[in-house]
């Protein structure tokens, strides 16, 4: 599928039942006509009429409150999951001193935002949902639903006592390092001006909507919202549907990712019409969720949770040996790459074959997505349009056992935009293909902005010792040691995707990256300096390596265009670890155990 001189095929068209260069071919040319020449600046941020990020629909009291001016010794800025494990993780260490400060009203991050109806997780809940034994529960389904997943983030912040010093409705704006009481001053948007010995930044990677920059996009005279703040009181309902004052709504949907997924079916039995706008079809496999059994709850032993979750990330990175705990479609890649390698009969396969076969297992994998569509939508030309062509991993794979079916009924339509997008907009209608689709509401399933997790790229104003701008640190390139502390920058953590270990399951990510920071404060305490800063020296050693090794981009490269290729124009290299997670995590480990934190405390 890349230009990389891969060698020759493994088996050919008649053993496999497909033609690989046809498909590479293909997957290229539907690329090709989705690249667009404005990249991610297509989309827009949601200001003025459209201020989705600003509003909070689900806060029912005010925020007044006196500013505060006291010291703790740990303050965590954001609320989701990261934020609360860390909390969570620094009171299993024994630190009692700890706020959260939060701009929502309400703890659980993403969960706490996204409450459009059908909102699930994607991951197998027993092992998504962090923290299940420390708080001792289990969810009732396999896939938990968004009202349940929150729940369970206000449970983690009721055991662990982090509602206790928390400010909600409360946005940082910015920190600076004092070096004389070394502490970090913060300040927020309701007037607070706080110290803290130590800084725990975790933003998240889905905490600010995006628009189309759709032309005519402010000249709709309809309703309009995004996902991420659903107009229940326009729809009625709630997250189980029953949105009955669509019965006689016309109703647009801008995207076919991983929300649209979830709320299409939703929208399909409840509005007069559905219209559902495509740029590129997702790749939507069977969810197969169900009840937890009884059975297999009882027969859950200590440690069961860490054995699960890290069994499901082995299995998902490809690890053919491994067994598959999980058992659901998310394993289905390495399925089919164990299955090939035995068919090959070969194992000691050079690393070009070992691509070959990976992308061998690949087709066949997309080839059951696409077959799967055929089987289950009835007209022709709508399961061809809803059919994708691209690799496994080039967008977020899906899930749904509705979304499909969804396209069966009468009300519903998807119109294919041919992989350009709505052309415009106007005062009641979305024009693409030239023709006008009259619509009452436009329902914006756009995402979130992405790779703005770290201070240094978005956030509150950072300024380090001798007032040093985080942003000018990381000019050139991000700059840190494992992606958690920077030189010039003491006891600041950041939490998210940079420079550290990635994985899908997320969740898993952030309750090590929490465990680690965890311990490394402990040992500062315990060390009695007080204080974390990596050395220049251990910072650029950090920074060359992962630079030096970080993965090619060359496969996203050749990916439809979307937010995990930069819209088609990914860098050369990610700025990622260049193992998987289970690597990483263990890196840290050894990396405490031995005489890494010699790099970061002061004498």
């Not at 989705?34 to 990249?39: E, I, M, Q």
């Not at 449970?155 to 006592?161: C, D, K, N, Q, S």
């Not at 703005?452 to 985080?470: K, S």
């Amino acid at each position: 599928m890349d230009d990389v001189d891969t060698g020759p095929e493994l088996l050919g068209p008649e053993e496999l039942g497909f033609d690989p260069q046809v498909l590479r071919d293909r997957y290229r040319a539907e690329r090709d006509r989705r690249l667009r020449p404005d990249g991610a600046t297509q989309y827009i941020a949601p200001t003025g009429d459209f201020g989705y990020y600003v509003d909070d629909p689900y806060v029912t009291t005010g925020r007044d409150r006196a500013p505060l001016t006291d010291d703790v010794d740990v303050l965590v800025v954001g609320a989701g999951f990261g934020g609360l494990l860390a909390g969570a993780r620094l009171r299993l260490a024994g630190v009692d001193s700890i706020r959260v400060v939060e701009k929502a009203g309400d703890v659980g991050g993403t969960w706490y935002w996204n409450r459009y109806p059908g909102v699930r997780c994607d991951i197998e809940s027993y092992i998504y949902l962090p923290l299940l034994e420390e708080v001792g529960s289990v969810p009732e389904e396999k896939y938990a639903r968004g009202d349940d997943i929150r729940k369970h983030a206000q449970a983690i912040a009721e055991t662990f006592g982090l509602y206790r010093d928390a400010c909600f409705q409360t946005e940082v704006t910015g920190m600076d390092w004092d070096e004389p009481a070394q502490r970090w001053r913060v300040t927020t948007d309701q007037g607070d001006a706080m110290t803290a010995r130590y800084v725990i930044f975790s933003a998240g990677p889905f905490s600010r909507p995006k628009l189309p920059g759709i032309p005519g996009i402010d000249d709709f005279r309809g309703h309009t919202f995004h996902t991420s703040r659903w107009d229940y009181a326009y729809t009625g309902g709630d997250q189980t549907g029953g949105m009955h004052r669509l019965a006689d709504k016309r109703v647009a949907v801008i995207g076919t990712g991983a929300t649209a997924i979830q709320c299409v079916p939703a929208l399909a039995q409840d509005a007069a019409h559905l219209y559902v706008f495509q740029r590129t079809p997702s790749a939507v496999d069977e969810r197969g969720n169900r009840p937890t059994d009884p059975d297999w709850l009882r027969s859950l032993e200590p440690g069961w949770h860490r054995a699960r979750r890290d069994n499901f990330l082995a299995v998902v990175d490809g690890q053919t040996t491994a067994d598959d705990s999980v058992v659901d479609r998310w394993a289905d890649p390495t399925r089919h790459l164990r299955d090939l390698l035995r068919e090959l009969g070969d194992p000691s396969l050079s690393e070009q074959q070992r691509f070959r076969a990976r992308e061998l297992a690949d087709f066949r994998k997309m080839n059951q997505i696409r077959d799967r569509v055929d089987a289950v939508v009835e007209d022709p030309d709508t399961a061809e349009a809803l059919k994708p062509w691209y690799r496994y991993d080039c967008k977020r794979p899906t899930f749904s056992d509705e979304y499909l079916p969804a396209f069966n009924r009468p009300n519903v339509s998807l119109v294919d935009t041919g992989g350009r997008g709505v052309e415009r907009i106007t005062e009641h209608s979305l024009v693409s293909g030239g023709t006008e689709y009259e619509v009452d509401c436009i329902i914006f399933a756009t995402g979130f902005e992405v790779g703005r997790t770290h201070p240094a790229f978005a956030g509150p104003r950072v300024h380090g010792r001798d007032g040093r701008p985080i942003a000018e640190h990381f000019r050139g390139g991000a700059r840190t040691l494992h992606g958690f502390t920077s030189h010039g920058f003491p006891n600041l953590f950041c939490m998210g995707p940079s420079q550290n270990g990635v994985a899908v399951n997320f969740a898993h990510v952030l309750d090590d990256q929490a465990a680690h920071i965890a311990e490394v404060i402990a040992a500062a305490e315990k060390h009695g300096s007080g204080c974390v800063e990596p050395t220049a020296e251990a910072e650029q050693a950090w920074v060359d390596r992962i630079r030096r090794e970080a993965p090619e981009m060359t496969v996203l490269a050749e990916c439809t265009p979307g937010y995990l290729n930069n819209e088609g124009r990914p860098p050369a290299r990610r700025e990622t670890y260049a193992g998987n997670a289970l690597d990483f995590a263990e890196l840290l480990r050894r990396w405490r155990a031995g005489d890494g934190l010699s790099d970061v405390l002061a004498d």
